[in-house]
Nanobody, 125 residues
């Protein structure tokens, strides 16, 4: 499956952005989808995930209550709505997909075989 992320940009603290990740080349509903991010000088970290088919969501503690992940299986797209953004949310955001990731590994980047190219999110203070 190929993934194309979009929607990043520059926003002031407290603002909102919505990221999209369009998938092609696979049966989208059978893939668990996730968002990770990597800030300069830091390791890539888990942000959110949407479980395959039933669409249950999981979040990092740092974004819980501010970010909402969702999927539209008809549009083969996963979204990340980011509200009340903070400067520490500044990072390159990546979407990832895998059919076989198990629930206990859903927050682990090693569980995902397919990655998008990343989209930059910059939050100014």
């Amino acid at each position: 499956v190929q993934l194309q992320a979009s929607g990043g940009g520059l926003v002031q603290a407290g603002g909102s952005l919505r990221l999209s990740c369009a998938a092609s080349g696979g049966t989208f509903s059978t893939y668990s989808m996730a968002w990770f991010r990597q800030a300069p000088g830091k390791e890539r970290e888990f942000v959110a995930a949407v479980w395959r088919s039933v669409g249950r969501t999981y979040y990092a503690d740092s974004v819980k209550g501010r970010f909402t992940a969702s999927r539209d299986n008809a549009e083969n797209t996963v979204y990340l709505q980011m509200n009340r953004l903070k400067p520490e949310d500044t990072a390159v955001y990546y979407c990832a997909a895998d059919r076989g990731v198990i629930l206990s590994q859903i927050r682990n980047e090693q569980g995902y075989d397919y990655w998008g190219q990343g989209t930059q999110v910059t939050v100014s203070s």
